[in-house]
């Protein structure tokens, strides 16, 4: 299992994974007020202010959207590392992985359109959210190398 490609960019997903749900993907600054800053998390939002500063961080509802998909992208590619055996099923669990890697995005930019339409902000991407492509493309490889391996294994099948 271990010794195939494809399990180690699966498992370079994982990694990357668990650190998206910990990492901000957004960063807010209100175009009035400098000082206060406030980072999109998938687990929320994480104010960053000044010593003593009185702030509100902007009230939008419902950012359970981010947590899930950035919880389900590692969860997935980590039940797909032991589908070794079913090599279709696991190109089509990475198809469904690379789906919510872009689908992280559509939920990015609703929150950010919703923060936008709450509070007069400006917004600035991470570097952080660069995580979901590498994933995506990392998704991508592997799937590339199962269905190799695939491939290979019918043929040899042809062979007997």
Known sequence: MIQRIQTLYLLAVVALG???IWLPVVEFVPAAD???TWQLRPIGFQELMPVGAD???PDVQ???GLLVTSALIPLLALVDIFLFNKRILQARLNIFTVML???YYGVVAIYVWLVKMVAEVEWYIT???SFPLIC???TLMATRAILKDEALVRAADRLR
């Open 55 to 57: 702030a509100l961080v």
């Open 18 to 20: 668990i650190a998206m």
């Open 136 to 138: 995506m493309v990392l």
């Open 34 to 36: 400098m000082l206060h």
């Open 127 to 129: 570097p952080w959210a």
């Open 101 to 103: 890697c872009i689908g």
């Open 62 to 64: 419902g950012l359970w």
